[in-house]
């Protein structure tokens, strides 16, 4: 089936075949290898991309399904050399180790901003429930949103140093 | 996924509905796909055509009327029953449940009809659509039915819904407005895990509902507890509507121990 669809501002036509998941889609046919495939069946938010403005794991979404939609992907975050806001936040926080979560996790915490620019804690341990890191204990995560959007007690501080 | 199959986009509800005749026997509808398309990579489910029932027109909408209650369509998400500010404030007990339900992005996915069909002993909206007292309607080709959620679940994975059928709305009565309940929902990580066993008080006026998840082959209601009953009565009374069995999540022991917990608990937040 020919599907359209616009992946971080490019538009796209296709010929896609109909059992083909939106993640196998991005990743083999647009060579968009930034999203990654843990589980592949929805448990651990590794495939996370934002479709017409929200967080959806792509491995459990038909490319055939979204054809015709917007789609937010890791790729779309850094220009050029600049990392994105939220790129840098986890930067700055060490919230990233072996980097398999972070696109998805980037994916899930752009989703929540948009909605919610000042999100409480608990808001954002909700937005990444659905995302596993094996490697941060997800605390710096947490504190990267924090840092961005802004939490006043925690100016200046030194963590995990 | 290794497993090929032809996608059906229908644009109409008639031509759904024919797709489905056609298809009685290697069709599987596509709602939000949380729950098919892991059952087709797993090899469980092998459907030769896949109707994806989000195209239909009024699919997804999501209406209140003094009238008719709440009417949700086929492609009605979990996220979208949070989202709805009508649904909070007038049905919070759909809240309640939905938000138990797996993790955010596959709350922006699964939808309550998809919740339902699949009819899984721990579906998370049962509960709160047995006590509210919903019906759902479904459609063939050979015209509309309605169905009470207390008669809808036929055992593990089952349901009334005969082949051609779909399940084109849900009904929620406004006579169920206001409605207040908590579910408690055993598990073991936060978010994003199917319950252990799950309990939902449902108090209306005079009424008390409580709805079990998880311990049995269905979601069971039980309308027997009366608002006078002792927290250990009330507990007997769960405790006689449900049938546990032991598996990887946990035994039938610890899951009638805290079916009793949850119902206790439950009543001590009201008292
Ligand atoms: C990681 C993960 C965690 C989960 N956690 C939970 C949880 O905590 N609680 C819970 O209850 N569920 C959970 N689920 C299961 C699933 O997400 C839900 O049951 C969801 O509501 C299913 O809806 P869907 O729209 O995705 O259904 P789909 O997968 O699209 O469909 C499910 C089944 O119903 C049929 N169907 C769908 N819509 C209709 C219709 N309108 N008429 C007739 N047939 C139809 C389909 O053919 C299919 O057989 C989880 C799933 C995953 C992947
Ligand atoms: S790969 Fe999609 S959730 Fe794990
Ligand atoms: S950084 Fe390794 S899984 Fe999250």
């Known amino acids: 089936m020919k599907i359209k669809l616009t992946v971080n501002g490019l538009g796209y036509e296709r010929d896609c075949a109909e059992h083909r998941t939106l993640l196998r889609f991005i990743r083999e046919d647009l060579g968009l290898t930034g999203t990654k ?16 403005g929200r967080a959806v794991n792509a491995c459990m979404v038909l490319a055939v399904e979204a054809d015709g939609s917007v789609i937010s992907t890791i790729e779309g975050e850094a220009k ?15 919230a990233v180790q072996c980097g398999f979560c972070t ?22 341990k909700e937005a ?34 | 996924m290794l497993h090929e199959f032809k996608y059906l986009a229908p644009r109409s509800v008639a031509e759904l509905c024919s797709a489905l005749s056609d298809h009685r026997d290697d069709g599987k509808i596509l709602a939000g796909g949380t729950d098919l398309i892991p059952n087709i990579r797993n ?54 449940c939905a938000h138990e339900l797996a993790s955010h992005q596959v709350r922006n996915r699964a939808t309550v ?70 579910y408690l929902k055993l598990k073991r990580i936060a978010g994003h895990d199917l319950g252990i066993v799950g309990v939902l008080m449902v108090r209306h006026g005079d009424s008390i509902r409580f709805a079990v998840s998880s311990a049995a082959p269905t979601p069971v209601l039980v309308e ?16 006689a509507a449900v049938s546990p ?27």
């Open chain 2, 245 to 271: 069995i032991s598996d990887v999540r946990g035994t039938k022991e610890y899951r009638e121990h805290m079916i009793g917990v949850y119902v206790r608990r439950l009543l001590a937040e009201v008292k």
């Open chain 1, 37 to 52: 495939e843990g589980c592949g069946m929805g448990e651990c938010g590794a495939c996370t991309v934002i479709l017409d």
């Open chain 2, 113 to 182: 009809a998809g919740n339902v069909v699949n009819a899984s002993p721990c579906s998370d909206m049962a509960p709160a659509l047995l006590c509210l007292g919903a019906r759902a309607v479904l459609r063939s080709a050979g015209g509309e039915r309605t169905v009470p959620f207390g008669e809808f679940f036929a055992g593990v994975k089952k349901t009334v819904l005969k082949p051609g059928e779909f399940l084109e709305r849900i009904l929620v009565p406004a006579a169920s407005r206001g409605a207040r309940g908590s």
């Open chain 1, 80 to 94: 050029g050399q600049s990392l994105s806001d939220i790129q840098a936040a986890f930067e700055r926080n060490h």
């Open chain 1, 103 to 124: 696109p998805g996790m980037v994916m899930s915490v752009k989703e929540l901003l948009a909605h919610d620019p000042k999100p409480t804690e608990s808001a954002i």
């Open chain 1, 128 to 161: 990444v429930e659905g995302n596993f890191c094996r490697c941060t204990g997800y605390t710096q995560i947490v504190e990267a949103v924090l840092d961005l959007t802004g939490r006043p007690e925690a100016k200046g501080e030194l963590r995990h140093v």
């Open chain 2, 43 to 96: 090899g469980l489910m092998k459907p030769a055509f896949v109707m994806d029932a989000k195209r239909l027109p009024e699919a997804a909408r999501l209406a209140w009327s003094e009238k008719d209650g709440l009417s949700m369509g086929t492609a009605v998400t979990i996220n979208d029953l949070l989202r709805s500010k009508e649904t909070r404030e007038l049905f919070p007990v759909l809240c309640v």
């Open chain 2, 224 to 239: 027997s507890v009366s608002a006078k009953d002792s927290p250990d009565e009330a507990a007997r009374k769960v405790l």
